[in-house]
C-alpha cells in the first residue's frame, strides 16, 4: 500500500531551478503537517521544508530564500520549488507525513557545478 509518491526529481545546473511534487492519499494528508526531507551520501537524512494544513511553513537555513514548499489539498500534494540550486543540494530527497510518519520512495535531484 503505497501513501506518498514523489516525483520530479533530476540533473539540474547550479543556479537552475527544479520542481519536486509529492501525491498522498487524502487519508494522510488531511490535517497533517507534510514536509520534505533529503539525505545526501555519507550524510544524515535532514529536514528542508515543511507546511502544515494552514500553510505556514518552515525551512532549513541552509535553503530559506530559494526553496519554497506548497500544498494543494485539493489534489492531495505538496511540491518544492526549488530555486538557484546548488551543488550541496544534491541528494535523494523524501516525502514525508508527519502523522504516522510515512515516507515516500525518495526521488533524486543532482546539481551540477
Known amino acids: 500500500q503505497v501513501h506518498l509518491v514523489e516525483s520530479g526529481g533530476g540533473l539540474v545546473q547550479a543556479g537552475g531551478s527544479l520542481r519536486l511534487s509529492c501525491a498522498a492519499s487524502g487519508s494522510i494528508f488531511r490535517l497533517n503537517i507534510m514536509g520534505w526531507y533529503r539525505q545526501a551520501p555519507g550524510s544524515r537524512r535532514e529536514l528542508v521544508a515543511t507546511?502544515?494544513?494552514?500553510?505556514?511553513?518552515e525551512y532549513a537555513g541552509s535553503v530559506k530564500g530559494r526553496f519554497t514548499i506548497s500544498r494543494d489539498n485539493t489534489r492531495n500534494t505538496v511540491d518544492l520549488q526549488m530555486d538557484r540550486v546548488k551543488p550541496e543540494d544534491t541528494a535523494v530527497y523524501y516525502c514525508?507525513?508527519?502523522?504516522?510518519?510515512?515516507w515516500g520512495q525518495g526521488t533524486q535531484v543532482t546539481v551540477s557545478s
Open positions: 507546511i502544515n494544513n494552514d500553510d505556514i511553513a
Open positions: 514525508h507525513a508527519l502523522l504516522p510518519g510515512f
